[in-house]
């Protein structure tokens, strides 16, 4: 970012990214001071955390399998209660999950903490929606109103706050 609402021009960040979606920027993952972008596979499911250097991305690890039946990954930072970022998945049926951080930068599963999200067209953590240093989440439904979340660091979501309407035109939200 420029800081005045526009980019500068973008660099190459990797390549052979064709076979891999649910692309999210997860902080720090485990005990490392660096920063990560996890991505599933979509030919096997699993999932890879890839470092975030001056020069790209790099270092892909598998930190986890049997993420096919997620549609939306989402990187909250510290939601479950550890000291470590967390995510949280949501499935083609719309249940919501929650995976804790290691120490070794993967992560766990914990549970599921929700459902209804098939209902949403789209979510997201664009930071700090409430003021309060937590990362929270927002929902759009289908009929274009915009929820919000706040990260209680419990492992759960606090109770839904109608944040907008008319976002039903929107192809994208970050």
Request: no cysteine; net charge negative; hydrophobic share 40%.
């Amino acid at each position: 970012s420029q800081g005045d609402g526009f980019l500068t021009k973008g660099v190459q960040a990797g390549h052979g990214w064709n076979g891999m979606d649910n692309i999210v920027y997860a902080g720090k993952l485990g005990a490392s001071s660096a920063d990560y972008v996890v991505a599933r596979e979509v030919a096997s499911g699993d999932l890879y955390r890839y470092q975030v250097g001056d020069g790209g991305l790099f270092g892909g690890r598998k930190i986890g399998h049997g993420w096919s039946a997620m549609t939306t990954i989402l990187a909250p930072g510290q939601f479950v209660g550890s000291s470590y970022s967390d995510l949280v998945a949501i499935s083609a049926d719309g249940a919501m999950y929650a995976y804790a951080g290691s120490a070794d930068g993967g992560v766990y599963g914990v549970g599921r903490i929700g459902h209804g999200w098939d209902h949403f067209v789209q979510s997201s953590v664009p930071g700090d929606v409430d003021g309060d240093g937590r990362l929270d989440l927002i929902g759009i439904r289908e009929d274009g109103k915009m929820f919000a979340y706040k990260n209680q660091t419990n492992g759960w979501w606090g109770v839904a706050r109608q944040v907008g309407h008319g976002w039903s035109a929107m192809v994208a939200i970050s």
